[in-house]
């Protein structure tokens, strides 16, 4: 509940150092290499990553359980004219039942290092059954390294990732001058939605 309101208050008073406002080169990479589909983005904070996704052409969903994010998003994205070509909702990632239609892409920039305990498992179930059979999960992740960083997924974590999902690609660096983080590729085993 502390991190909920931590968010809150952030996005509501503050310029979150998260939301950078640009897409990073790896979702650009990804972008260029395939063709449009579906995209759903976890944690989608004030959408730019969703906009950038529909700007080339995708059909894009942003799920962010701060609502004064969702605010700003469709804010954006009616600035950007792209209004009737996102979706922007207000949800738990964790609790995603309402989608029932697989996607090609489950985008998610910070969103997975925040979990832990059961809610890892949960996560990669949601994460599994959203994603289309021949679908990606293109993740960004601060990884866990005691003491200094008691937050972040740790590789016992991205186990259990890897036990839904195949590893396509691993690409380990630091965000900043320091925080050890990681940019995962993974493509989905089987789908439960067929």
């Known amino acids: 509940m502390f991190k909920k309101i931590f968010f809150y208050l952030q996005y509501l008073f503050f310029d979150p150092p998260w939301d950078t406002g640009i897409s990073p080169p790896e979702l650009l990479d990804f972008i260029e290499e395939r ?58 990632v964790l609790a995603l039942d309402p989608f029932r239609e697989a996607f090609d892409l489950v ?4 969103c997975f290092h925040s979990f832990s305990g059961g809610d890892v498992e949960r996560y990669a179930e949601v994460v599994q059954r959203l994603t289309a059979a021949a679908g990606f999960l293109l993740l960004y992740a601060h990884l866990k390294q005691e003491p200094a960083y008691r937050q972040g997924a740790s590789e016992e974590d991205l186990q ?21 983080s990681t940019w995962l590729l993974f493509r989905n085993k089987s789908n439960a939605l067929g």
């Open 35 to 92: 063709e449009p589909g579906r995209a759903i983005d976890l944690g989608c904070g004030t959408g730019t990553n969703v906009i950038t996704l529909a700007q080339h052409g995708w059909e894009v969903v942003g799920v962010d359980y701060v609502p004064q994010a969702i605010f700003s998003a469709r804010r954006k994205a009616k600035k950007a004219g792209l209004k009737d070509k996102v979706d922007f909702r207000a949800g738990d």
């Open 107 to 110: 985008l998610d920039i910070g």
């Open 160 to 180: 259990v990732l890897g036990e839904k999902m195949s590893l396509v690609l691993r690409r380990d660096g630091t965000e900043g001058e320091s925080r050890p």
